[in-house]
């Protein structure tokens, strides 16, 4: 039961923060019509210019979940309310 409960609360953030706005254009994690591949294609699509003027391209791919293995939870509640998020949103997560 927590992994359906916690899959469409993802959804409801999900679906909530692509309709006000709230996620970067750049952000391509579990968003929908976004894939790796897109990521990957941008990113390609961004360096290969400054190959051509003979400048040095290159990335740094982080896992984000190792580099943040928690996080403050006064902070996390404050930035939701900020956004103006659900209120029961806020007390479920």
Do not use: Y
Not at 10 to 19: K, N, P, T, V
Not at 22 to 49: E, Q, T, W, Y
Not at 57 to 84: N, S, T, W, Y
């Amino acid at each position: 039961m927590g992994k359906v409960s916690g899959k469409v609360v993802a959804e409801l953030f999900s679906f909530m923060a692509e309709r006000r706005g709230l996620l970067s254009d750049d952000l391509f994690g579990s968003r929908r019509k976004r894939s790796a591949i897109d990521a990957a294609a941008i990113m390609v699509d961004k360096a290969h210019p400054a190959g051509n003027e003979h400048n040095i391209a290159g990335a740094l791919p982080m896992p984000i979940k190792a580099a943040f293995p928690c996080v403050a939870r006064g902070r996390l509640i404050h930035a939701m309310e900020a956004k103006q998020i659900d209120g029961d949103l806020i007390r479920w997560t």
